[in-house]
């Protein structure tokens, strides 16, 4: 891996709230900031072939260490050239740590829990076998064999898979975890940040940058302490982690309570949040960059993004509705999937039929439509005037 050629440059600031836009600069290229980062979590952006992702705007793309420890595995990936060469993408690649796995596994998802479900999915109930401090065993989806995926370990899977951007590993408590759990969980994570780095302090490749994990759940008090636990070590960035509460208030306070205590000089991520709205106030709250599943998840279901703040900026092709309809996916967008004028009809019966045509198209779209959103906010910082960029967007104006 080359060596690192400079970390993160605030080039604009806004003056009525925390937002900033720069440039993150790693060992294979610059991030600009803010930047949503589309999932690759099997090694490909699914659907997309690398250059595609890149042709729309996109700097970095996010490998899920979970999965790739799991299958193929990361000493094959490395044995192939790591994963940049792997799945054929030159530019930055951020791995997340496994933690999250922890959650989703023992948990369910955020929907799971907002919605009282019980977890479910083969990489989900009852796989993990217990969370202690050595770290997390777990049983494998695919064979059933036991693992541990312990803060060594993890680090050890992202200095082979050659990531740009490494996670510290960490436990991702659900909101509705109890304040002594909470913070038991918390302190646990910081003894973990420690071994993660004295591990990637001795063994770590030049050049890949770590990112701490700031936990504390919905308590103020312990976000606050992790802030400052996170900020007070050697970390190259910092994100915020964790389930942010029930609702969105309650997620933006959370993260207002975080961003207000890190320092500024270092580069800040919102794990796994990437909904129009959020993406707009977590912008405005100081995130520099953004991972999430919705984009891409949304187009393998059959919805598109539109610029409709009232349902959500979404439109979901397979209702009956669209059978018949002749209007355009999204009047007058710029990006590959509507240059084609295919009727919203025909995209009714690809998602019905569960053509990969369909899934590919509006995957496509999507990302563009996110993309064209981060462009318009970066470009707002800069002119000054993000205020009023983020009132156009939330009333309906299209990126």
């Keep these: ?65 979970y999965h790739l420890f799991l299958d193929p595995g990361h000493e094959l990936i490395a044995g192939l050239g790591g994963l940049h060469e792997f799945m054929g993408w030159s530019g930055p690649i951020v791995t997340d740590s496994g933690g999250f796995q922890v959650f989703s596994m023992g948990h369910g998802t955020v929907a799971d829990e907002i919605k009282g479900r019980a977890p479910s999915g083969p990489d989900r109930a009852g796989k993990v076998l217990e969370i202690a401090e050595a770290g997390v065993r777990f049983r494998s989806y695919l064979d059933g064999s036991e693992k541990l995926l312990a803060p060594e370990t993890s680090m050890e899977i992202q200095a082979a898979l050659g990531s740009d951007l490494a996670l510290v590993f960490d436990e991702c408590t659900p909101f509705h975890a109890d304040r002594d759990y909470t913070a038991r969980s918390t302190e646990r994570t910081h003894r973990w940040l420690r071994r993660c780095l004295d591990w990637h302090a001795a063994n770590g490749p030049e050049g890949q940058l770590v990112y701490g994990i700031v936990q504390g759940g919905v308590y103020e008090d312990l976000r606050a302490e992790s802030a400052q636990a996170v900020s007070e070590s050697e970390v190259d960035g910092i994100a915020i982690g964790g389930s942010l509460g029930a609702g969105k208030d309650e997620m ?64 979901d092709l397979t209702g009956a509705r669209f059978k018949d309809s002749a209007a355009p996916l999204m009047e007058g967008c710029p990006c590959p999937a509507c240059a084609l004028g295919l009727s919203r009809g025909y995209y009714r019966y690809l998602a019905k039929a569960r053509e990969l045509t369909g899934m590919r198209l509006l995957t496509l779209h999507n990302l563009a439509f996110v993309a064209r959103l981060m462009a318009r906010l970066r470009d707002a910082i800069g002119a000054g005037r993000l205020a009023e960029e983020a009132a156009a967007l939330r009333g309906g104006a299209a990126p």
């Design 252 to 315: 933006y306070t959370v993260v207002d309570w975080t961003t207000a205590r890190l320092p500024d000089d270092r580069p800040r991520h919102l794990l796994g949040i990437g909904e129009i709205d959020d993406l707009i106030r977590g912008v405005e709250l100081g995130i520099d960059t953004f991972d999430c599943a919705m984009p891409t998840r949304l187009g393998r279901h059959g919805m598109a993004l539109v610029p409709e703040p009232e349902r959500r900026w979404r439109v």
């Design 1 to 65: 891996m080359p060596a690192l050629t400079g970390a993160l440059e605030i080039t604009a600031r806004d003056t009525a709230s925390r937002a900033r836009a720069g440039v993150l600069r790693t060992a294979r290229g610059e991030i600009r900031t803010p930047h949503f980062v589309p999932l690759a979590t099997k090694a490909t952006v699914k659907g997309l072939l690398p250059a595609e992702v890149a042709a729309l705007g996109y700097d970095i793309v996010l490998g899920n260490t």
